[in-house]
């Protein structure tokens, strides 16, 4: 009856060590364009802060209360007054393909950034690095 116990307990113990503790498998690398709803001027809007809430707080709060990671957004203006936007974003509970498959979905939204600007992300098109 011990012996079972032990066997019993070894084998539950093995099944939670093997238990994986975070699914990431790399990072979400994403271009989007992004359009104001208003013009906006890049020396006096903090689009890299915009861009990074946006998008960061979109994922973040589908995986909430899981982690999101990433280096930022970077971008380039074009002369129409809209953005190429940059980024790479990865969660500790969903995979590369998962992370970008949500990221995608964000094409068409409008979403409001922290400084009073409504942006449309016109589009998204992400990749797996990995």
Known sequence: MFGKLIVALTIATSAVMALPTRRADGFASCNY??????????ATTNLVA???YITGRALAVA???HIIN???????????NTFNVSN????????????????ESLAGTNQLGPDGVTWLIKTSECTCDD
């Open 63 to 65: 995986v909430s209360p």
């Open 70 to 80: 990433g280096p930022g957004s970077t971008f380039t203006e074009n002369a129409d």
């Open 33 to 42: 364009l992004f359009v104001p709803g208003v013009p906006v001027v890049p």
């Open 88 to 103: 790479k974003l990865e969660t500790d509970v969903w995979t590369c393909a998962q992370t970008a498959a949500f990221l």
């Open 50 to 52: 915009d861009f990074n």
